[in-house]
């Protein structure tokens, strides 16, 4: 869920709109469609004598208004970061806005650039990610792309022998399948970061948010009412993020990279960080946008991956 555009939204004038705007040319996209044995590739982590088997497939999403809508995502996998064997970066960003896909394209180059010459990753992984976060949100903000109103979600995973770094800004999510016993289970490596979250409400409130569904907006459900349970039983309509007197930019997330007008009331670019030792108990990980999440729960993710893994169309490591 990106910002929202709607009928209830006036707007915003941003320096993308007149002849004095930022203009740019539209950049080409690939995309797979379909995943098969070709499009699976290897790389060894020779520090701890396993392999990661991985795949990427990314297609716009389908809206019957607008059939052929531009793809907004980007992904990124350098192995060998830093030109080190057991080092791997793996990476997807779920732009929105007028001017999403320029932004997850910059975020995407300019982060793992970041990383890649940063003397201090392998001493403070934590600390390395950190600070390519804030440094590409700035870049963004003072590049010739227009983040007044557009911007993107990250959600990235830095192997480093054993251990997963996990660094998420916004609502995409990374998920792990672990064996316990005869189960596979689904755990969260993200958790993602909307005003669902009682934490991350009370931050942008505090900052200045105003925060609401569209119906609230719209004058068909009491705004007062500040309670939307869940992310999975809203039918569409989460809450949402707006300045206090104006109608947008209505996020549904409460950090992102770039999105320079709901920086002011509280959407950030810090990303929250977990850190997973792996084990043998370890399968497999996926990083995908809330493009899969928001209609898929992580342990359906999980179990379509695995069902096609013991059905014998792969049984590699990933």
């Not at 991985?54 to 992904?75: A, C, I, K, M, W």
């Not at 997850?104 to 940063?118: C, I, P, Q, T």
């Not at 569904?213 to 949402?240: C, F, H, M, T």
């Not at 999980?302 to 893994?309: A, E, G, K, S």
Request: with cysteine; hydrophobic share 35%; glycine share 8%.
């Amino acid at each position: 869920m990106g910002c929202v555009h709607g009928k209830c939204c006036t707007r915003y004038p941003s320096s993308s709109d007149g002849d004095s705007g930022r203009r740019r040319e539209k950049r080409p996209y690939k995309c797979k469609h379909i995943l098969t044995q070709r499009s699976l590739e290897l790389v060894p982590v020779p520090s701890h004598n396993f392999t990661l088997q991985f795949s990427v497939l990314t297609q716009h999403g389908y809206y019957p208004d607008t059939v052929e809508r531009e793809n907004q995502d980007s992904f990124c996998i350098k192995t060998q970061l830093q030109g080190n064997p057991n080092i791997h970066f793996f990476g997807v960003f779920d732009g929105h806005g007028q001017y999403g896909a320029e932004c997850s394209n910059f975020v995407k180059d300019r982060l793992v650039e970041r990383l890649a010459n940063d003397t201090t990753l392998l001493d403070d992984p934590l600390k390395a990610y950190n600070s390519a976060f804030l440094a590409t949100n700035s870049e963004l903000h003072d590049s010739e792309i227009d983040d007044t109103m557009s911007g993107t979600t990250a959600i990235t995973v830095l192997v480093v022998g054993d251990t997963l770094y996990v660094a998420n800004v916004g609502d995409s999510r990374a998920v792990i399948a672990v064996k316990d016993g005869d189960r596979i289970l689904a755990e969260d490596l993200s958790e993602d970061q909307t005003p669902f979250r009682k934490d991350e409400y009370e931050r942008v409130k505090l900052c200045g948010a105003r925060v609401l569904s569209v119906d609230q907006v719209e004058g068909l459900k009491d705004p007062n009412i500040q309670n939307w349970g869940d992310e999975y039983s809203q039918g569409g309509d989460p809450p949402r993020l707006w300045v206090p007197d104006g109608m947008y930019p209505g996020t549904a997330f409460t950090r992102s990279v770039g999105d320079s007008t709901a920086e002011k009331i509280g959407v950030i670019a810090v990303p929250e960080i977990s850190v997973v030792r792996l084990t043998c108990n370890h399968l497999f990980f996926v990083v995908a946008s809330d493009g899969v999440f928001e209609f898929l729960s992580s342990r359906t993710v999980v179990n379509m991956v695995w069902f096609i893994r013991i059905l014998g169309i792969d049984k590699s490591p990933l």
